[in-house]
């Protein structure tokens, strides 16, 4: 098996102010990383990433807080598999979000529908519902940096989002004889 290049962070901020702990945790999220160890977070070696911890790494040290960036491999055999298993834990668990969000989206479609409320104010606002899974879904794939098992479905059920939208808004149009 090729050995993964792993980048790590390693910080320490005072409890106070809390804004400072949190903002950071955000950041950490955000861009994908996993939590390792007591603040020790890790992310795969590029240097995008290391720009990312950098940034991070200097707001806690503006903040007298102390941050370590490493870079290495994993020694033990199962390890780099282990820590792949994390990010994609991780990813899953929001794809899994995101596909709870599409079923919700389905219900709306359907409720509309049978209301018959084929109006063009429910075709923009589930147009808007469908964007925001749409951007959404790529945030998500921008830090599913090992193709988490959920990708792949959460794909396919956006594609069915599009179409039960593109549907819905058809048939409004024909009903407002708009075609």
């Known amino acids: 098996m090729e050995e993964k290049e792993w980048l790590i962070l390693n910080y320490t ?19 994908g990383s996993v939590i390792i160890g007591q603040s020790m977070w890790m992310l795969p070696l590029s ?4 720009d990312i911890f950098t940034e991070i790494s200097n707001e806690i040290l503006q ?19 282990n820590i792949v298993e994390l990010f994609n834990k991780a990813r899953d ?12 989206f389905f ?12 109006s063009f104010v429910e ?9 925001k899974l749409i951007e959404w879904h790529k945030k998500i ?4 940096f090992f193709n988490a098992s959920l990708k792949t479905v959460s794909a396919q059920e956006l594609e069915k989002c599009k179409q039960i939208l593109d ?11 708009e075609n």
């Open 13 to 31: 901020i005072p409890k106070e102010p809390s804004r400072i702990r949190v903002s950071v945790w955000r950041k950490l999220k955000k861009c």
């Open 123 to 131: 075709v923009e606002e589930n147009e808007d519902e469908y964007n």
């Open 63 to 81: 903040n007298n807080g102390d941050a370590y960036i490493l870079k290495g491999v994993l020694v033990s055999d199962n390890g780099s598999d």
């Open 47 to 50: 240097n995008e990433h290391i």
């Open 167 to 177: 549907d819905f808004s058809n048939q409004v149009y024909e009903l407002n004889n």
């Open 93 to 104: 668990e929001e794809y899994k979000e995101l596909l709870d969000k599409c079923e919700d």
């Open 141 to 144: 794939a921008k830090r599913d």
């Open 107 to 118: 219900r709306e479609i359907e409720k509309e529908t049978e209301k018959e409320n084929f």
